[in-house]
């Protein structure tokens, strides 16, 4: 009896063939498609001062003047996250990717033509932050359609491309402006940059490259007994209308139902593909008397962009410690030179390696912590806490520091733990949400960034001109930090305890089962 009882208690399995990411197998060719991109067209963040520095005080501007076209170029690469986000949704990740690296290249090479601060303006601040901003959005999107389980590593491998290329990049610049002149410069940058287009030409489609894997699912009983009943009733009735044709499958041609009984049939047996448009049908489109409810160009914009990810509380609290977290190292990133030429008192070739060793140690870092993180399956928000207190603590010890030997050590530490940031800050934010609503969430991410960034810059900065201290504004850059780690750790232990919860009441329904 027992074991009639444990026979009729297996559960119906059956085997179905799943398409999956191929999680490496071309996807490292659109890693390495990413990566050449970075290296000749993110790595121009870094290279403003040293590429147009001259070029400004020829035009009769300096500091202030660097600044406007600075703040124009981040101000746009950061809103055109959203636009981009809206093209992928029409397109693919590959076309927006082309459109960003053509925009990169055309703006490197105008800018060589620049006579004044507002032609610069446009072609460094506009074209060339619009591109970066669609390079930035369109690749993580390929990166995180191509890649499931290692998706931190990819993304860290992809980001190597712009440590090298900050790492490399300057001593290039220097050559060519010594040997060529600014506009020479300019245009060998912008024939590097077209490097970039022929590796957004390797982001190919994921649709391409799918895996096919076979997986045993356990049929519901009631649902298969429903379609059963369903298929009799089609049978029946068909067989019924078929028992009217004679022995040669011929009827009288007088029989004026014989043409509809026969659309009957073949409509009974498209019904069931029919069936799958009108479930992927939005619901909201009809309206109460069962018409298509016409979109008005507000909610169609609404639906573009996914502005209903706004209404989570749980993904502002992403997007904002996100943009928190990158407002600090970027602005560490400013800082750093003047502390180590004004506290420490270092020369520019002491101060040169130390943020070569930054730069090394970042490289490191993207290599390292991403394969820790994907095989111990860590969330990467909390990747992202705990990269933040390593930095704080990294970096109120440096900020008492001012022997090289203690400085080169600490620069090291703190490029290493940086490098999380850079990874992870993407990756944290498509975790809560669809695979459909990443090039909107992504984009959403950018436009945060580009609201906190700039204010909270000026904030930070006017600490240092105030105290006229750099320990406290280097303190003033760690209070970011802590207000992002107050903002996530109650969240993250709030879904831990319920996940557990989860887990508990599933392990009981099983049991009981």
Known sequence: MSEKTNLESVPNVKKVTKLIPPDGGWGWMVLIGTALSNIFNQSMLSLFSLLYGDALEAMGHRTQGAAVVLSTMLFVTNFGGPIAGAIVKLSTPRKVALIGACSCTLGIFLSGFSTNIWHLTITYGFLLGLGLGFIQNSSFVAINSYFKLRKSQAVGLANVGTGVGQTLMPH?????????????????????????????????????????????????????????KHKNIVIKRDSKILAELNANGERRPTDPNLNENLKEINGTRNRKSDSYKEITSDVND???????????????????????????????????????????????????PFFLQKVAELDKQQTAFCMSAIASADICGRLILPVFQDKYRIKARW????????????RQILAYQTKFEVLILMSCLYGFGRSMVIVARNIAISEHCRVDQVPAAVGLGMLTMGIIVPPAGYFLGWIRDYTGSYIVCITAQNLFLVVLLVMWIPDMLLLYIAEKRNQKIAVEQIQMT
Not at 322 to 332: D, G, P
Request: glycine share 6%.
């Open 286 to 336: 009809i309206n109460g008397n069962g018409l298509p409810e016409k979109k008005s160009w507000l909610k169609k914009l609404y639906d573009l962009f996914d502005i209903s990810l706004l209404s989570s509380p749980r993904f502002l609290n992403i997007i904002i410690g996100t943009a928190l977290s990158v407002t600090s190292i970027q602005n560490f990133s400013m800082l750093f």
């Open 172 to 228: 290039l610049v220097r050559y060519l402006l010594e040997n060529y002149g600014f506009r020479g410069a300019c245009l060998l940058l912008s024939s590097l940059s077209l490097h970039g287009i022929a590796g957004c030409l390797l982001i190919h489609p994921v649709e391409w490259h799918m895996k096919k894997v076979e997986e045993e699912v356990v049929v519901d009983e009631r649902l298969q007994l429903l379609e059963d």
């Open 383 to 394: 990747m992202l806490i705990m990269t933040c207190v390593w930095l704080i603590i990294t």
